[in-house]
């Protein structure tokens, strides 16, 4: 496995194609300002085109129904606080909210567990059959997932597992589960094998040295594939909107909330929804952002 | 090291294998099953009929017109996104200017990547709520309002059967663009400096030295960013479904598989038919996957 960006402390010096400010300036031709002039503008039109959109939805959130189609473009007259209060009750956001912290954690730690056992006897073991099992895993990340939907749906209904939190969470592992092992297969293959030997030397039994050996030198992969994990099955909508009709994720229930809106028309209700959806994520974005676009490229890269 | 080794393999197997085999392979398995008979997935009883779904669907103008939009969606979104994420990619990394030490990058490069990726880490649905409603087709919309300033009338947008695809495809765009200047970004990074450098000594302008000695570099990547495009644009559902009142769309404008799959599946109860389409969709991803590989495939360079 390749990383190709590691993640680099805050504030550190930007990628080596930039020098550091302050140091020697090289020469600029006319051309060259022009150019670098042209970069910004474009580069800076398409970050617009991204934050508008954002803080509008922001905006809104605090507005009514009224303000928000009838002036698009301005501050809100009164700031309508009120709005949260009645996603968080009447938009039943909190228990969505609820509904989705359930499932992603047990289904993030549930995905990671299995997945790092499947793919670490893959990985290390020679046994008849373990190629054709890692195919089997691997090729589960090509397939449309609506291939399956409409037998999934019935397999689940008759483990009687339709909106609960145990079926939605093994459904989330199950298809968390191709990516999972492919990345932690590369990446148990590249971890030496001298500490694991030392360590059966030791007298640990095989599952000793997976727990208490592998497992955190693999701490570096875990994160990667933990934070895919935890983005993919938090933004999961698609499995939940078939699966989980009664007990809505976040996702499914901001959905459910626009289509209500279409009649009620109490949209700055809805924007407090997406803002208390939306606001979370963006923050922990915000904070770990390096570590994230890092992990989610280098699983696309290898 | 003998000790225990095959109980030890098969204890570990096992919980992600049953998961897997019962909530991924059997569902594939049966689709290719049901996709042979008339289910309706309320009674249990269902006969063969044979390839007769597959001989229905060449006549079901619905699906026909799905089929016809996700080629659409196949052919601009891929062509859009990495158009677009190169394009930024080269600013990036030659937009501050050629310097005796090769083309130099943009300052404030983590910035743009920051905002560019975004979209990426929030929820379809979240996003397809937003802009489903700045897309408002009164003139009361933002996007509209803002129109009216320089004089052009309010645009349907997504309530226009002409307008509608183009909007959901802009979202998509729009949303992965982000992802993929941070993938290109990444793999520019690791190409060794000497190889600009002497590109460069040789006399190269900066579009040359793009053209002729980045892209190549990067070509793996962006062979892989396409399969992948190309599969988002086959398996879009939640943008479709959140984003065009129908479900489909005003006359169908924004019909695609997924979404004849899940009404025929679940509404119409006609489950043995859904499932004939999903197995269309499978070949066609299949197809297309090994296609692009194909058509992409060039010498790899080594660095």
Known sequence: ?302 | MKHGRYPFIVGFLVPGLAIYAVFVLSPFVQAFHYSLTDWTGISPEFSYVGLDNFRRLLDDSQFLAAVRNNALLLVVVPLATVGLALVFAFLLNVGGGASGAGVRGIRGSGFYKLVFFMPQVLAIPVIAVIWSVILEPTGNGLVNSALGWIGIGPLGFLADPDLALWCVMWVLVWGSVGFYLVLFNAAISSVPREIFEAAVIDGAGRLATFLRVTLPLLWDTVQTAWVYLAILALDVYALVAVMTAGPGGPDNATQVISLQIAQNGFTFGRAGYASAMGVVLFFLTLVIAVFMLRITRRERVEF
């Open chain 1, 1 to 302: 496995m390749t990383t190709t960006l590691p993640p680099r402390e805050p504030g550190a010096a930007p990628p080596p194609a930039a020098p550091p400010a302050g140091g020697p300036r090289l020469r600029q031709t006319p051309g060259d300002s022009t150019a670098t002039a042209t970069a910004h503008a474009v580069l800076l039109l398409w970050s617009l085109l991204v934050i508008v959109p954002f803080l509008w939805a922001l905006l809104a959130s605090v507005k009514d129904s009224r303000e928000i189609f009838g002036s698009p473009w301005e501050l809100p007259e009164v700031w309508r606080w009120s709005n949260f209060a009645a996603a968080w009750d009447r938009g039943g956001v909190g228990d969505y909210l609820v509904h989705s912290l359930v499932v992603v954690s047990g289904g993030v730690v549930l995905t990671m567990l299995v997945g790092s056992m499947v793919a670490y006897v893959l990985a290390r073991y020679e046994f008849r059959g373990n190629r054709a099992i890692y195919y089997l895993f691997a090729a589960g990340m090509m397939f449309p997932v609506f291939l399956a939907i409409v037998p999934l749906f019935f397999v689940v209904q008759g483990l009687g597992m339709l909106s609960t939190y145990h079926g939605l969470i093994l459904v989330y592992v199950a298809y968390s589960l191709p990516f999972t092992v492919f990345f932690m297969h590369a990446f148990f293959r590249t971890l030496p094998t001298s500490v694991a030997e030392a360590a059966i030397v030791d007298g640990c039994s095989h599952t000793q040295v997976f727990f208490r050996v592998m497992l955190p030198m693999a701490k570096p992969g875990l994160l990667s594939i933990g934070i895919f994990n935890v983005l993919g099955q938090w933004n999961q909508f698609v499995l939940p909107a078939f699966l989980s009709p009664e007990k809505p994720v976040l996702a499914q229930g901001i959905a459910t909330l626009l289509a209500q809106q279409r009649y009620e028309g109490s949209w700055g209700v809805l924007f407090a929804a997406l803002a208390i959806a939306m606001v979370p994520v963006v923050v922990v974005y915000l904070i770990f952002y390096r570590q994230i676009q890092a992990g989610l490229t280098s699983g696309t890269l290898k």
